[in-house]
């Protein structure tokens, strides 16, 4: 059963491997310096050890968000989140999987009744803003630095090219594990309440159930990845803006930095110990980053001049268009798991629990100002008074 309803987070996988890894080799394969059967071997073996290994730190600010406590709830919000990215790839949009997931997410909250967690929230969005500006600064720092080196080794051109291919496999290969660690809250993060207490040993590490769930998320995307991802790939690497092959190398780099760094506990806790805030471990969009490297390639040599402002247009209002999307198609579906398939998409003994704490009025004559101290005295909301007190 529960293989069943990971169906649509597997579908979610498939769907973020054709659209996302378009941001770690599509510029290398745009450039045509690294073949697409290549990059999609890469790519494939190393986000599943990326989700695998590191993937927890992203998943529970994912999880404060909404907690989805149902499988069948689960289930179609991660449904609603797939068909939204699938639908945008048909479109060739190198949308943000987190947006949809996000939105999937509120719109859950909103049929259920369930508050949005305003802290995670604003953690989320506020990377939504600061992963293309990191990505732009990461860039145009990286093309500075490789030009640099560049200039002063001096390389012949065939060694050059021969070093730049080998630089795209290396950051490809490292981006790719950094968009499993990242990106695979995604995929199953509204799973996890409900992962099973089993563990298997593999005799070289022990996989518990969360990270079985990574597993089978990240092969997920590794499908995705080899089978339907070319096109995207095409637009990212290419239709944006041309790049060169050591601007290639850059954007990969900074997009693999910067999904590395919001999804890096070790690094967020070494933060805390030299006494400075931590660094937010959330799901960032990595079409976003990749997008603000190019560009900052492109300010940084000509001032915008190569940029296709029409394709980023475009970009853009995938960006916005896919979190309220997600989010109505969410809202629409729970309304017919719920009503037509008669399957619960919250947990109804939350709600059983609620009302067994609430003083019941039933037109006794009871003292008011007592059962305002008895349902005060609980730890639940005061919009879960009863109307008689509540006025």
Known sequence: MLLLFLSSGLFLGWSLGANDAANVFGSAVGSRMVSFRKAAIIASVFVILGAVLQGAGASHTLGKLGKVDAMAGAFTVALAAAITVYWMTKMRMPVSTSQAIVGSIIGWNLFTGN?????????????????????????????????????????????????????????????????????????????????????????????????????????????????????????????????????????????????????????????????LPPIPLVPVSSSQVVVGSVIGIGLYKGGGKNIRFRVLGGITMGWITTPLAAGLISFISLFFVNNVFKLDVTNPQNEQEIENEIPKFNGNEVDIMEETKSVTNTAYPYSLLPKEIDS
């Open 115 to 275: 508050p949005t967690d305003s802290a995670s929230m604003t953690k989320i969005v506020t990377t939504w803003i600061a992963g293309p500006i990191l990505g732009a600064l990461f860039a145009v720092f990286f093309f500075i630095v490789l030009q640099a080196i560049l200039r002063k080794a001096k390389f012949h051109l065939v060694k050059l090219d021969a070093y730049i291919r080998n630089g795209l496999i290396i950051v490809g290969a490292f981006g790719a594990y950094s968009l499993g660690a990242n990106n695979i809250a995604n995929v199953v993060g509204v799973f996890l309440p409900l992962a099973p207490e089993l563990s298997i040993d593999l005799g070289f590490m022990v996989l518990d159930g969360t990270q079985q769930l990574f597993l089978m998320g990240g092969i997920a995307i590794s499908i995705g990845i080899i089978t339907y991802s070319r096109k995207v790939m095409e637009t990212v690497g290419s239709d944006l803006m041309e790049l060169t092959s050591e601007a290639a190398l850059v954007v990969v780099l900074s997009q693999a930095a910067v999904l590395f760094i919001f999804s890096s506990t070790s690094l967020s806790n070494l933060m805390v110990s030299m006494g």
